[in-house]
């Protein structure tokens, strides 16, 4: 959708073969966007149409890998800009890109195949064009599964992004301005396949009980 929209301002004739939105389940995922990206949806007049709940901006960093040692920091203020990124909430942005393509020029959407002189495949990993077309990868399992969720926290965020590196997992605690302004967290949470699913089978509150041994009350309590 947003490289429709770009074309589109080039002048570009655009049919849009897109999926609609899935409505169906909350969509808990969370974008984490650098300042070009940001650019280009201002450009596109998308940005300042997203929800100020919607977009909430990193201005720290704090990475802790194995060892008491392993950790990094690093700020917007070290950085010298006005912040390191923005965690964007995934359904917002995709529901202001789908209204900005109703009222764009030169994008008709479509279902049917239509001739053009450059085809775009952004289908994600299971792209029946693709598959059509004949086009084929290399795919090696690293057998990791990711777990996403909100949280909320008892104490507030600060702008401040957290990763833990211990190997196996890697768990990041990013800042977001939902459920809760100032205490919204979105959870991605790597791990062996088989520790997920074991993971994903607990309660809600024995699931908090392994997130809170995983971060070690660094970031608050954590509830979902």
Same mark, same amino acid.
């Given at each position: 959708?947003?490289?429709?929209?770009?074309?589109?301002?080039?002048?570009?004739?655009?049919?849009?073969?897109?999926?609609?939105? *899935? /409505?169906?389940?909350?969509? =808990?995922?969370?974008?984490? $966007? *650098?300042?070009?990206?940001?650019?280009?949806? #201002?450009?596109?007049?998308? @940005? *300042?149409?997203? %929800? !100020? #709940?919607?977009?909430?901006?990193?201005?720290? &960093?704090?990475?802790?890998?194995?060892?008491?040692?392993? =950790?990094?920091?690093?700020?917007?203020?070290?950085?010298?800009?006005?912040?390191?990124?923005?965690?964007? #909430?995934?359904?917002? $942005?995709?529901?202001?890109?789908?209204?900005?393509?109703?009222?764009?020029?030169?994008?008709?959407?479509?279902?049917?195949?239509? %001739? !053009?002189?450059?085809?775009?495949?952004?289908?994600?990993?299971?792209?029946? /064009?693709?598959?059509?077309?004949? =086009?084929?990868?290399?795919?090696?399992?690293?057998?990791?599964?990711?777990?996403? !969720?909100?949280?909320?926290?008892?104490?507030?965020?600060?702008? +401040?992004?957290?990763? @833990?590196?211990?190997?196996?997992?890697?768990?990041?605690?990013?800042?977001?301005?939902?459920?809760? /302004?100032?205490?919204?967290?979105?959870?991605? @949470?790597?791990?062996?396949?088989?520790?997920?699913?074991? +993971?994903?089978? $607990?309660?809600?509150?024995?699931?908090?009980?392994?997130? &809170?041994?995983?971060?070690?009350?660094?970031?608050?309590?954590?509830?979902?």
């Amino acid at each position: 959708r947003t490289l429709a929209l770009a074309l589109s301002r080039q002048g570009l004739a655009v049919a849009l073969q897109a999926p609609p939105l *899935n /409505t169906a389940r909350e969509d =808990v995922r969370a974008y984490a $966007l *650098n300042a070009g990206s940001v650019a280009l949806l #201002d450009s596109l007049k998308v @940005w *300042n149409e997203l %929800p !100020a #709940d919607a977009r909430t901006a990193v201005f720290d &960093m704090r990475v802790e890998g194995d060892g008491a040692a392993a =950790v990094l920091r690093f700020s917007a203020w070290q950085q010298q800009v006005r912040e390191l990124a923005w965690i964007v #909430d995934a359904a917002a $942005l995709e529901a202001e890109l789908a209204a900005a393509l109703r009222y764009a020029p030169h994008v008709t959407a479509t279902t049917d195949a239509v %001739p !053009a002189r450059l085809l775009v495949l952004a289908e994600g990993r299971a792209s029946a /064009t693709r598959e059509q077309l004949g =086009v084929a990868f290399d795919i090696h399992d690293y057998g990791q599964t990711a777990i996403a !969720a909100r949280l909320q926290s008892d104490t507030a965020h600060g702008g +401040l992004a957290r990763q @833990w590196f211990h190997a196996p997992d890697v768990l990041a605690l990013l800042p977001t301005d939902r459920p809760q /302004t100032g205490h919204g967290l979105a959870l991605v @949470w790597s791990l062996p396949a088989e520790r997920a699913q074991s +993971l994903l089978a $607990l309660t809600g509150a024995e699931f908090e009980d392994e997130l &809170m041994k995983a971060t070690q009350g660094a970031a608050g309590t954590l509830t979902l």
